[in-house]
Structures are given as structure tokens and as C-alpha cells.
């Protein structure tokens, strides 16, 4: 059974940093996409970040250039990096995974399993 838990919100002020963590088990295929994606309080959530099981990369343009998106294989661990923090960035943050050969979309509905979020909240 594949169990992601994120880990490493909290409340940070505009222009801080935060680094998210999404610890990865059960998941026993050999090639995956596994992403990040966000919501706020009445809007649809959203996809910000991907990566396959080759390390290729896609964002979506809201956060090019200060979002960044990295794995650790050897502690099965997803890593999503915020710098220059925006109010805007405000919302529950998930870890996401699905098994294909790469990473095609950053919309939810290509991701089968997921985390249980961490709350990332900035203050102006």
C-alpha cells in the first residue's frame, strides 16, 4: 500500500523559505511521477511541481524560478523548495504519485495516490 506523508509546513513571513519533505513508502514500481500540489480555502487545487523516476522536472509557471522540486531515492523522499514566499503561496500542500513512465500533467486527476497535506501559511 504506497503512503506518502508530508512533513515541513508551518508559518513563515513573506520572502522566507520553507523546505516540504514527502516520505514515501509502498511503492514498489520501478518508473513514477510523483508531484506537488497546493489548495486554498475555495479554490481548486493545483498542480506546482512534478518529477519522474528519470529526475526530469516540470512546473507550472506561477512558481518558475522559486519553486524547486527534488528527490532523495535512497531515503524515498520527495523535497518541494519555496524561496521568496508570496501571501499568495497560502494553502494546504500535497504529495502526490502516480506510476507512468513520466510525468505528462500537472493535474490531479493523473495522480492516484496521495498525502495528507501540511499547511504552509505567509504572512505579509
Known amino acids: 500500500q504506497v503512503q506518502l506523508v508530508e512533513s515541513g509546513g508551518g508559518s513563515v513571513q513573506a520572502g522566507g523559505s520553507l523546505r516540504l519533505s514527502c516520505a514515501a513508502s509502498?511503492?514498489?514500481?520501478?518508473?513514477?511521477?510523483m508531484g506537488w500540489f497546493r489548495q486554498a480555502p475555495g479554490k481548486e487545487r493545483e498542480g506546482v511541481a512534478a518529477i519522474d523516476s528519470d529526475g526530469s522536472t516540470m512546473y507550472a509557471d506561477s512558481v518558475k524560478g522559486r519553486f524547486t522540486i527534488s528527490q532523495d531515492n535512497a531515503k524515498n523522499t520527495l523535497y518541494l523548495q519555496i524561496n521568496s514566499l508570496k501571501p499568495e503561496d497560502t494553502a494546504m500542500y500535497y504529495c502526490?504519485?502516480?506510476?507512468?513512465?513520466?510525468?505528462?500533467?500537472?493535474?490531479?486527476?493523473?495522480?492516484?495516490?496521495w498525502g495528507q497535506g501540511t499547511q504552509v501559511t505567509v504572512s505579509s
Open positions: 509502498g511503492y514498489t514500481y520501478s518508473t513514477y511521477c
Open positions: 502526490a504519485a502516480d506510476h507512468v513512465n513520466y510525468c505528462y500533467t500537472l493535474r490531479a486527476a493523473g495522480f492516484g495516490y
